[in-house]
């Protein structure tokens, strides 16, 4: 999944504070789905009275939406929460919370060991926040790390507070039923639910009539994507278990939901992340052939090149398979931009699989790759059953030649698209300056360009690109009269 946000957030707030309003701060951590969820949360506090700042000293309530994916994204968080235990100790009435993926693995260190927070809540449970945080002001500590079969907020409206008004997340599935065997998600996520297509619907339909113009939808395998009607079959096994003994149920797919959500209006753009190689059907390639406002761009992690690393790590895949998906891919939609996910020194890791590993990224030509070097992570598979014995060094090594290959091939393909134009969603003042604006074309790729004529954030202009980096195009807009 795409951890650009990777992070801290700051949930900013311009509204003026009435007296007496209790403030709180949030900070995330992780991937989009706990950005979303942070979004969930904002809601719920919303309801109970909550205004929000993003000054920390000033806030009531500290939450910190935690991410455990690799131990550096943990790392971080012990450090912020140690500095708010120096905060809490100026200030004894602060409440400091763990939420999110954190909350799952490490309740009891957090509570009883380190006593370094007051209440922990898991990634199902942020409906229970009014009795936690009533108990934290009852003077006691408070949990819940319960996972559900069913938790899919489909009925909570995300409070965007941070938002730039134009893009925005919709979290249309929870969990994860697959098993990688380095990932911790399925444990601090729970099983795999899809949330109802119509509350789906519903949230892109209001976020367009806001303004919004963009909508993710957001799973951790989105293409496993699947709902009935039926409000016994909640979960995918459920459903799946039906299925096999061949009754007859309704489900929507994910090729379906997309087509739904496209339908809501012509000019607001439909992308989606995390796409899964064993799952991604024809279908869904040709509802994006189909309709023009879903996104030519594809988030498909390979992890690895090599399959018998794929076998070790229960991707379900082999790379021939991976091969066939990305010509699939270019052929029924030839302009689609590709971005990947890979581990560099996974368990048994040879130099002959990483060699594999950079054939495959010489072979897709990824427009971008989000890079790692392994991680153990306590309690997975790997780290029950693999000895994690691949030399940190080798593993940073190859993680650097991954990186440098990858760098090399985005500024090419970048180099590629001078001369060409392409529709802009303008999401706001770029970077650098405010005398140009930012936004992404279809395939996902920044473009910025001096900002010309009467326009605003949520606009699309046509741009013709006249130079790239390798993380940037650079363009001049060509005209804002854009057909649909
Ligand atoms: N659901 C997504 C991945 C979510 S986690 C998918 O299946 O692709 C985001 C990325 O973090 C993964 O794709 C993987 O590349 C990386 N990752 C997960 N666990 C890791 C670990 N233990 N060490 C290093 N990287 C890891
Ligand atoms: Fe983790 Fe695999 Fe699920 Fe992705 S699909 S969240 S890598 S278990
Ligand atoms: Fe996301 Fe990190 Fe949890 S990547 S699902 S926040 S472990």
Known sequence: MDESKQGTSYIESEVVVPEGMKLAYIETYGCQMNFSDTEIVASVLKDMGYGFTSNEHEADLVFINTCSIRDNAESKVWKRLKNFRKQKSDNPGLMVGVLGCMAERLKTKLLDEE???????????????????????????????????????????????????????????????????????????????????????????????????????????????????????????????????????DVINFAQLLEMVANVAPDLRVRFSTSHPKDITDDVLHAMAKYKNICNYIHLPVQSGSSRVLELMNRGYSLEWYKQKVDRIYELIPDCA???????????????????????????????????????????????KMEDDVPEADKKRRLAEVIKLQNE???????????????????????????????????????????????????????????????????DMVSAEVQW
Request: proline residues 4%; aromatic residues 8%.
């Open 338 to 384: 590709i971005s990947t996910d890979i581990i560099t020194g996974f368990c048994t890791e040879t130099e002959e699989d990483h060699e594999k590993t950079i054939e495959v990224v010489n072979y897709a030509r990824y427009s971008h790759a989000y890079m790692f070097a392994y991680s153990e992570r306590p309690g997975t598979p790997a780290a029950k």
């Open 115 to 249: 006593k370094l927070v007051d209440l922990v809540v898991g990634p199902d449970a942020y409906r229970d926040l009014p009795r936690l945080l009533d108990e934290v002001e009852g003077g006691q500590r408070s949990v819940n790390v319960l996972l559900s079969r069913e938790e899919t907020y489909a009925n909570i409206a995300p409070v965007r507070l941070n938002s730039n008004g134009v893009s925005a997340f919709v979290t249309i599935m929870r969990g994860c039923d697959n098993m990688c065997t380095f990932c911790v998600v399925p444990f601090t996520r729970g099983r795999e639910r899809s949330r109802d297509p119509y509350s789906i619907v519903e949230e892109s339909r209001q976020l367009y009539d806001q303004g919004f113009r963009e909508v993710t939808l957001l799973g951790q395998n989105v293409d496993s994507y699947k709902w009935s009607p039926d409000d016994s079959l909640k979960g995918k096994a459920q459903i799946n278990k039906a299925e096999a003994k061949g009754e007859e149920i």
């Open 409 to 475: 091939i985005s500024r090419e393909r970048n180099l590629a698209d001078v001369g060409k134009e392409f529709v802009v969603l303008i999401e706001g003042n770029s970077k650098r300056s405010e005398h140009d604006w930012c936004g992404r074309n279809d395939q996902n790729k920044m473009i910025v360009f001096p900002k010309q004529g009467d326009l605003k954030p949520g606009d699309y202009v046509i741009v013709k690109v006249k130079d790239a980096t390798s993380a940037t195009l650079l363009a």
